[in-house]
């Protein structure tokens, strides 16, 4: 990765979820974890730069809240995760990174997943849709990407997201998405949609870029903010 980062010059990553396996961090205190897994092992010279985190499941089985704290981005100042949805603006380019492991309703039957801040789960889908689709349209960037943890459509073992092809895909008409969740890198094409590049880890870009955080609530909806 930091062949690659060199390579293209990059000036920040985008990480795509499953953050620390298996299960999250255990809480904003848990940074020999954090180090472990982040810190010590994304040193090169070439990833010194702001990596924007969006939450995969595994992060969602832990402390879900914990990857926003301050207290993380003191560990490591790279570490840029202001809300578990919000926008990061590159010039011609925003990064529109949306936080879909609620969208996946076999996961609302397990006990483990953190749900705090986000049930219940409908208020919590239909309020992210509608302010991601409001700043999609005010977005005057030549390319708008949404970046999320899920595939909408996969041919890897997971397969499709039900759930992301019925409530998010409407939104994206011919714009592009990037995801993870898969273990396999892929571009997909649907003809007269969108297209979806999918990386295993994070997606390595090459402009400046400055973040437009989310409004949290304490009603636990997500706001996004223009």
């Not at 940074?31 to 924007?52: L, R, V």
């Amino acid at each position: 990765m930091g062949v690659i980062g060199e390579k293209l010059a990059a000036d920040f990553v985008i990480s795509t979820g499953d953050n620390f396996y298996n299960d999250g961090l255990a809480g904003d205190n848990d940074t020999a974890f954090f180090m472990a897994s982040f810190t010590d092992i994304y040193t090169a010279s070439s990833i010194q730069k702001p990596w924007y985190i969006v939450l995969g499941n595994h992060d969602y089985t832990g402390d879900a809240l914990a990857q926003q704290s301050p207290a993380i981005r003191e560990v490591d100042s790279r570490w840029t995760s202001v809300n578990k949805s919000f926008i990061v603006e590159a010039d011609i380019v925003d990064f529109f990174l949306v936080d879909t492991s609620p969208f996946v309703l076999k996961y609302w039957n397990e006990s483990k997943f953190d749900w705090r801040n986000v049930a219940p789960r409908d208020t919590y889908i239909a309020t992210l849709l509608q302010d991601l689709d409001d700043a999609l349209a005010a977005s005057n960037a030549t390319w708008k990407v949404v970046v999320g943890h899920h595939p909408v459509s996969s041919g890897c073992e997971h397969g499709n997201t039900t759930e992301l092809r019925e409530h998010l895909l409407p939104l994206l008409k011919v714009r592009t998405t990037c995801c993870a969740c898969m273990h396999a890198l892929l571009w997909l094409t649907m003809a007269n949609t969108f297209r979806v590049s999918c990386r295993p880890m994070g997606l390595t870009c090459t402009s400046t870029a400055t973040t437009t955080a989310c409004n949290a609530s304490p009603a636990s909806t997500a706001r996004w903010s223009s």
